[in-house]
């Protein structure tokens, strides 16, 4: 089910959620679309033809196949493919890190990063204001970061350089992880109002999954690193450095998803 996340004078943004926990976006402009990902072709085609649009563009935040699974079932769309060159076949525009690129009528700037799949990508709608995060950034969390030296650090600059646009920017990313990651946020800020607020929405359904820049900064523990309660909950000293608090952190994730993986008795394995 399309939900639209979006809208202005000419581009409206609905977020399609595919597979167990993916979240495409459609971007909707005179009966066109651009698609940030491609999940699930079924569930694009879908949606193309409950509105009558034309896809235009896909364009990939990296090559894992949860992104990319639907890249061959709508090939005969002969939509122009943006990502990273992992793509190899599909992709006819291949993006690096710190572009300023026009995408149809849009202006878009690109942060790369290769602490998740080795070579990630966001897009940012500079107009709208819509930061498009992949598997790097996600509502109240923060993407895997895979097993490779420097990965984290990789990781934590992608962060500070999201954290440098307006307050106002809306975050999307790749996967509905919210309650989840709220609740791993309460286990170190358990008297923090915005984190319990936005707890109690997600589990509603009612919380966005997209919030604003400035919402993730109260919300998402990964963006402060500075905070001295999570550092001592961390057990590091208050002088710590951002950047070992940040590394801490994803630590302290990885055996939080263990133990909730446990409890649900679920053998998902998270992004
Ligand atoms: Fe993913």
Redesign the pocket.
């Given at each position: 089910m399309a939900k639209r996340i979006y809208k202005d004078d000419c581009l409206e943004v609905f977020q399609v959620r595919a597979l167990k926990d993916?979240l495409v976006y459609m971007l909707v402009f005179q009966g066109k679309a651009i698609c940030i990902d491609a999940s699930d072709g079924e569930a694009i085609r879908e949606f193309l033809a409950e509105k009558q649009l034309k896809l235009e563009v896909i364009a990939v935040t990296?090559c894992?196949y949860?992104?990319t699974q639907g890249l061959k079932e709508l090939k005969d769309l002969d939509a122009a493919v943006l990502g990273p060159s992992c793509l190899d076949k599909y992709v006819t525009q291949e993006v690096q890190d710190d572009e300023e690129l026009i995408v149809e009528q849009f202006e878009v700037a690109t942060i790369g990063c290769s602490g998740h799949s080795g070579n990630d990508m966001m897009y940012h709608f500079l107009g709208a204001k819509i930061l498009f995060t992949?598997?790097i950034v996600f509502g109240a969390g923060c993407g895997r970061a895979r097993d490779e030296e420097g990965a984290a650090d990789d990781i934590f600059d992608a962060f500070e350089r999201v954290k440098q646009l307006d307050d106002q920017t809306i975050i999307c990313g790749?996967?509905d992880y919210l309650v989840k990651n709220l609740e791993f946020a309460l286990t170190l800020l358990p008297e923090n109002p915005e984190v319990q607020a936005r707890l109690n929405k997600a589990r509603d359904a009612d919380g966005a999954i997209c919030a604003t820049l400035s919402e993730e900064k109260g919300t998402n523990v990964f963006m402060m690193p500075e905070n001295e309660d999570i550092k001592r909950k961390l057990g590091l000293e208050i002088n710590a450095e951002p950047r070992a608090v940040f590394k801490a952190l994803l630590s302290e994730k990885q055996q939080f998803n263990k133990s909730y993986k446990e409890k649900a008795e679920s053998v998902e394995e998270e992004?």
């Open positions: 993916n990296h894992d949860d992104h992949g598997d790749g996967h992004n």
